[in-house]
């Protein structure tokens, strides 16, 4: 039997206020991350492979976290967030929730749907 994969779309019609870009913190063990499209993947992997250009703009699996939360609170103690700003991860592909901000997508997710982080 197929389980269908409901995603959740966010859309947040936020002004930036003054040339200031919106700012985001994710609460509890979520993590803001902005994901790569397939056109910068294959550019940093380069392999002499072409892809179609309808393909490329589509979005991997993969990005730059842009924000974290300050973790969960476990038996009265605050256990953070694994990763940090700046990290590149790889994350699961349907564990995230997608927000508009200043007119850019980004994903919104668990901590526990990041599956690694790629050095």
Do not use: C, W
Request: cysteine-free; charged content about 30%.
């Amino acid at each position: 039997m197929k389980k269908l994969q409901k995603k959740a779309e966010m859309k947040t019609n936020l002004p930036a206020q003054a040339g200031k870009k919106t700012a985001i913190q994710p609460l509890g063990n979520r993590v803001l991350i902005r994901p790569f499209t397939k056109e910068e993947v294959t550019k940093k992997n380069s392999f002499g492979i072409i892809l179609p250009d309808s393909d490329t703009k589509q979005k991997m699996e993969q990005g730059t976290v842009l924000a974290t939360g300050p973790g969960l609170h476990v038996d009265g103690k605050l256990v953070a967030v694994a990763v940090k700003k700046g990290d590149v991860v790889a994350f699961s592909k349907y564990g995230f929730d997608d927000i508009e901000v200043d007119g850019e997508i980004l994903y919104l997710i668990k901590e526990e749907n990041v599956l690694a982080i790629l050095k």
